[in-house]
């Protein structure tokens, strides 16, 4: 076979073509309430959605099944209780997953998937709501739905007019649309969204300082009346060797009052002097920046990268000092 990719070019562009313009027109549904169910639906579907006292139980089969799998995922995800149940397994022992509190969410072009057409009355039985995504409310699915998302009639991209393409496309976005709404709808924060995604970048962004600090044995602590050799010692024997230590107006009271680092012993060598006897008061830098533990990581390192130190002090209300964030630390949980 001779590859041309004349026509490969011309095919993708085509598909592009037509999934945008179905997009387009979905678009320009659900703006017009007046004129079109969907712009009627929708917000209703949003509102059961919203008010929604289990989970958000989505299904379907085949491509409109993966496009719902993405769909419960993002519910999930910004706040909506949420979970994929294939309508075959539903059939055979998973429908027990289902309470009366939730609401089906059927995906499905034709509104007459056998799979679906057999689980929904099982549904229905159970008292759950039912929201039926599919081409029209004139299907079986659309008729034993509480609500009708309506795609219309939807010409699929593919050049034998099979392979599911334009409609999973507009359920995808209808999905989406969906649970932004909903995620407004609850006020869903910046924080929350961070609880549900610990290890992503916001996750790492909105963890608290107190999270990531050192602490204990690990906060390098000298009193104000130590030698600077006294200091130098302290700073090698802390475990992590954080290249600081922590000026306090006790050990037992550790009230800060300066910082001294291996930037401030490297300046004294270059000026060719380290007075060793000499207490420590005497070389500190007095109010270094420090952060409040309750402070978020991502706020943190602006504050590190604006200041061009590697060692920020952690302190209560008292000006106690209770921990201590390295630069290193910040490298450590990838920020």
């Not at 320009?28 to 289990?54: T, V």
């Amino acid at each position: 076979m001779v590859f041309d990719q004349q026509i490969a070019r011309e095919r993708g562009l085509e598909v592009l073509r037509l999934e945008a313009e179905a997009l387009d027109a979905l678009h320009r549904r659900l703006s017009n309430a007046e004129a079109d169910s969907l712009g009627e639906c929708f917000p209703a579907a949003c509102e059961i959605l919203l008010n929604c006292g289990g989970r958000v139980v989505v299904t379907g089969m085949g491509k409109a099944g993966l496009v719902g799998q993405k769909i419960s995922a993002t519910l999930a995800s910004t706040g909506t209780p949420s979970l994929f149940l294939h309508p075959g397994e539903a059939l055979h022992g998973d429908l027990g997953r289902v309470r009366p509190e939730d609401v089906l969410l059927a995906l499905s072009k034709s509104g007459d998937t056998r799979e679906l057409i057999k689980l929904v009355p099982a549904v229905r039985a159970l008292g759950a709501q039912i929201i039926a995504l599919c081409s029209s409310a004139q299907t079986l699915l659309g008729e034993h739905a509480d609500l009708v998302l309506e795609l219309g009639e939807v010409p699929e991209a593919c050049p034998l007019g099979l392979a599911p393409t334009v409609s999973t496309t507009l359920m995808l976005a209808l999905g989406d649309a969906l649970a932004m709404a909903v995620q407004e709808g609850r006020d869903f924060t910046r924080e929350e969204f961070a609880r549900y995604h610990p290890a992503g970048s916001l996750g790492r962004e909105l963890m608290k300082v107190a999270e990531i600090m050192r602490k204990g044995a690990e906060i390098p602590l000298v009193g104000q009346d130590d030698s600077l050799a006294a200091t130098l010692g302290v700073m090698s024997r802390t475990p992590g060797r954080p290249g600081a230590a922590l000026v306090v107006q006790d050990v037992s009271d550790p009230v800060l009052l300066g910082i001294f680092t291996d930037g401030d012993l490297r300046r004294m060598a270059e000026a060719g002097s380290i007075p060793v006897d000499d207490p420590i008061r005497d070389h500190m830098a007095h109010a270094p920046r420090t952060l409040d533990r309750e402070e978020l990581v991502g706020m943190a390192l602006r504050r590190f990268r604006d200041s061009h130190v590697d060692q920020m002090p952690v302190v209560d209300a008292e000006n106690r000092v209770v921990g201590l964030v390295d630069v290193q630390d910040l490298l450590e949980v990838r920020l």
